[in-house]
């Protein structure tokens, strides 16, 4: 069984920087995507970034050029480098690894941008 645990959000003023860490333990395979998602309150999830076990990265307009996502094969790790953060990143944020053989979620983690 797959789990994924999330860490590193929290609070920071607006311009601040955060860093999301999502830990992957169980049957991993090498052909899959890990992706980072949010939910802000009232709004649907949403696709924040992505990078393919190839190294691909793709990312949402509205963060490109401020987050970074970048993964570490060895400690089965993929993290979200958050800089000028913005009260509109204010979201619950989830990573989620794709599988050939499925979907799996994180519980998410909080992140919170006082203007």
């Known amino acids: 069984q797959v789990q994924l645990v999330e860490s590193g959000g929290g609070l920071v003023q607006a311009g601040g920087s955060l860093r999301l860490s999502c830990a992957a333990s169980?049957?991993?395979?090498?052909?899959?995507?890990m992706g980072w998602y949010r939910q802000a309150p009232g709004k649907q999830r949403e696709l924040v970034a992505f990078?393919?076990?190839?190294?691909?990265?793709n990312y949402a307009d509205s963060v490109k050029g401020r987050f970074t996502i970048s993964g570490d094969n060895a400690e089965r790790t993929v993290y979200l480098q958050m800089n000028s953060l913005k009260p509109e990143d204010t979201a619950v944020y989830y990573c989620?690894?794709?599988?050939?053989?499925?979907?799996?979620w994180g519980q998410g983690t909080q992140v919170t941008v006082s203007s």
């Open positions: 989620k690894l794709t599988t050939p053989r499925g979907d799996y």
């Open positions: 169980g049957s991993i395979f090498s052909n899959n995507v």
């Open positions: 990078i393919t076990s190839a190294g691909i990265t």
